[in-house]
């Protein structure tokens, strides 16, 4: 059962009031939305994702934002960059721990991680692997590749998984190639900028941005763009409000990851608009 990361840090900051628009961008299993309804009835909640198979109102990329709100102001806006419990199960090669397809097409559009693989060039490949997987052997990864597609093409996520290869330790060898793979075919960071970007313009004065990150690049943007417009006096950080802390990111805590294992990575960032 999917639990929702930072749920109740997230109702918290975003301090959501009566009569105000509430936006969750990235829908997933709907748990932050569903707990907003049951706790605050008098908030209009909006849901969007780019998954058709998930249950939002609306179906589309957050980088769309002001196509799909078509001229709604909201007071709050959620960014959760992480994936639902279903999303890991219905959508095909976001896990290597499963023999399936090498999709991981969030939209179920476009050019699947098994096309990238038998088509890009070796520079490429490396390129994404180490730009979107921070991964120290990508060289030897994409040359490993390249290799192999000449004689069997890849299809399944075992395919990928033997090519990487590597010695297990606390975080699977494969870990970093899958994640930089999936960033690449869903043009996730490029995604996150123009969200980000047209979602605080959306936005109403006084309205908050929320985001929960998962790696280092997500949280690299989100940090730089609420930094950028802290800067120019458009905003302010309210992650922690105590003096000499609001720039720090709220973390999960112990009891929430033991919980809940996978939200040990998280990290919850909020930004408001001032007028």
């Given amino acids: 059962m999917h ?6 840090e997230v109702i918290e900051k975003l301090d959501l009031r009566e009569g105000e628009i509430f936006v969750d961008a990235t829908y997933g299993a709907g748990g932050h939305t569903q707990e907003i309804e049951k706790r605050l009835p008098e908030v209009r909640t909006i849901s969007i994702d780019q998954d058709p198979e998930a249950k939002a109102k609306f179906t589309g990329n957050f980088r769309d934002l002001d196509k799909i709100l078509e001229g709604i102001k909201p ?9 639902s419990s279903d999303q890991l199960v219905s959508i095909p ?3 290597f721990q499963r023999d399936e397809l090498l999709d991981m097409r969030l939209s179920r559009k476009g050019p699947t991680a098994a096309d990238i693989l038998n088509s890009y060039d070796e520079h490429a490949i490396e390129l994404i692997i180490r730009g979107f997987g921070e991964e120290r052997y990508s060289r030897a990864i994409a040359r490993r590749i390249v290799e192999r597609r000449k004689t069997k093409p890849f299809k399944r996520t075992p395919d990928l998984v033997e090519v990487v290869g590597g010695k297990r330790g606390r975080i699977h060898p494969a870990t970093r190639t899958f994640q930089a793979i999936r960033i690449a075919v869903n043009d996730e960071l490029t995604a996150l ?6 979602g605080f313009e959306i936005l109403k004065p006084e309205g908050r941005i929320a985001v929960i990150s998962f790696h280092s ?4 943007i989100v940090k730089n763009f609420f930094r950028e417009r802290t800067k120019e006096g458009r905003a302010e950080l309210i992650n922690n409000l105590p003096a000499g802390k609001a720039g720090k990111p709220i973390i999960p805590t112990e009891e929430e990851i033991i919980s809940n294992p996978r939200s040990r990575s998280a990290k919850l960032r909020i930004c408001r608009k001032l007028k």
């Fill in 217 to 220: 690049l997500e949280d690299r």
């Fill in 75 to 83: 007071d709050a806006i959620l960014f959760d960059l992480g994936f």
């Fill in 3 to 8: 639990k929702s990361v930072l749920l109740q």
């Fill in 193 to 198: 900028e123009e969200g980000l970007a047209k």
């Fill in 93 to 95: 090669g976001l896990s």
